[in-house]
């Protein structure tokens, strides 16, 4: 998998090379502060002493910008950070940006999706148009069977 860096809350930058030698996982929503951003978010939340013990890194991923990561991580209580990629260089990468119906029209958007990549930092699992309900604790299922 291509090396990549992107800025994320706290003032840090994510650098796929440059991470702990720990399985990392990689969600992707599509906009900060809505409901099932909001729901999938509080369940990585609440599962990530979990992810943690299982020797997994949680990172969520959308376009809005860090500003507004910032105010959806505090007000969330979010354990981990969230990267900001208003450009798309990382929805691209990983092809998560989708043509889909809102309201009736088209829109472009980031289809909800995750990524486990592993410690040598290969992509060993992906999930793509994701469902909330259950979605997170598969993640951790698979997560856990790896080590």
């Not at 650098?15 to 399985?23: C, E, F």
């Not at 209580?77 to 940006?97: K, N, T, Y």
Request: charged fraction near 25%.
């Amino acid at each position: 998998m291509a090396d990549f860096s992107a800025p994320m809350t706290s003032g840090q930058t994510f650098q796929l090379s440059g991470r702990p030698a720990k399985t990392t996982v990689l969600f992707f929503y599509p906009k900060d502060n809505t409901p099932g951003c909001t729901t999938e978010n509080m369940a990585f939340r609440d599962l990530h002493d979990k992810f943690q013990a299982a020797g997994a890194e949680i990172y969520g991923v959308s376009r809005d910008s860090l500003r507004s990561h910032e105010n959806f991580k505090a007000k969330l209580g979010l354990p981990f950070e969230l990267i900001s990629d208003p450009e798309e260089a990382l929805c691209q990468a990983f092809g998560v940006m989708k043509m889909k119906k809102m309201y009736g029209k088209d829109v472009r958007g980031i289809e909800r999706s995750t990524f486990v990549i592993d410690a040598q930092g290969r992509l060993v699992k992906e999930w793509r148009g994701v469902k909330v309900p259950g979605h997170v604790d598969d993640v951790l299922e698979f997560v856990a069977s790896q080590g």
